[in-house]
T-cell receptor
Framework: EADIYQTPRYLVIGTGKKITLECSQT?????MYWYQQDPGMELHLIHY???????EKGDLSSESTVSRIRTEHFPLTLESARPSHTSQYLC????????????FGEGSRLTVL | DAKTTQPTSMDCAEGRAANLPCNHS???????VYWYRQIHSQGPQYIIH???NNETNEMASLIITEDRKSSTLILPHATLRDTAVYYC???????????FGKGTRLSVIA
């Protein structure tokens, strides 16, 4: 079992609110990722990090931001939520092994009204 | 990373082997072939990966052609719980992030 946790699992919030989706892993993995996925659609990489103080944008442009102050923690923030941000957000991590697999959290399903 | 091509969907009878093909004709020498699956809306699950030799683990077998331009994931005895979207990815790993494509939607039918 992978030790990577996301909270909240489900969030319904009004337009304009600031939200933070939490992602934590206890495996000491240096690489962490955020993917966004609409129902029945592809997974899109929106942010990733190679380690503390490292953040990169993924293939899909996103209005969200991330930070990596601690190895185990990779939160995603939306300063002003909009209905277009309604989606599922999946966090993943990977260790130092060159061909190591990605471990995924259970996801955060966000609905913006 | 090299582009991969997979059928959009496949059906398989329960108890039979499911053979999922993947084309990666532009794969480079340092790219591995990875397979993940996503059951419903859960996070993707790692299945298997290989470079050029065939690989087998408790979940599946991976057959890679000698020229490495295509591969087949084999689930030897498919069950209803194997119904999922299966992603084939050519990935050199290291610091390159993993990017998923559209995958193959496998439906296992009773």
């Amino acid at each position: 079992e992978a030790d990577i946790y996301q909270t909240p699992r489900y969030l319904v919030i009004g337009t304009g609110k600031k939200i933070t989706l939490e992602c934590s892993q206890t495996m000491g993995h240096d690489k962490m990722y955020w993917y966004q996925q609409d129902p029945g659609m592809e997974l899109h990489l929106i942010h990733y990090s190679y380690g503390v103080n490292s953040t990169e944008k993924g293939d899909l442009s996103s209005e969200s931001t991330v930070s990596r102050i601690r190895t185990e923690h990779f939160p995603l923030t939306l300063e002003s939520a909009r209905p277009s941000h309604t989606s599922q957000y999946l966090c993943a991590s990977r260790g130092l092994v060159p061909t190591g697999e990605l471990f995924f959290g259970e996801g955060s399903r966000l609905t913006v009204l | 990373d090299a582009k991969t091509t997979q059928p959009t969907s496949m059906d398989c009878a329960e108890g039979r082997a499911a053979n999922l093909p993947c084309n990666h004709s532009t794969i480079s020498g340092n790219e591995y072939v990875y397979w993940y699956r996503q059951i419903h809306s859960q996070g993707p699950q790692y299945i298997i990966h290989g470079l050029k030799n065939n690989e087998t683990n408790e979940m599946a077998s991976l057959i890679i052609t000698e020229d490495r331009k295509s591969s087949t994931l084999i689930l030897p005895h498919a069950t209803l719980r194997d119904t999922a979207v299966y992603y084939c990815i050519a990935w050199k790993s290291g610091n390159t992030p993993l990017v998923f494509g559209k995958g193959t939607r496998l439906s296992v039918i009773a």
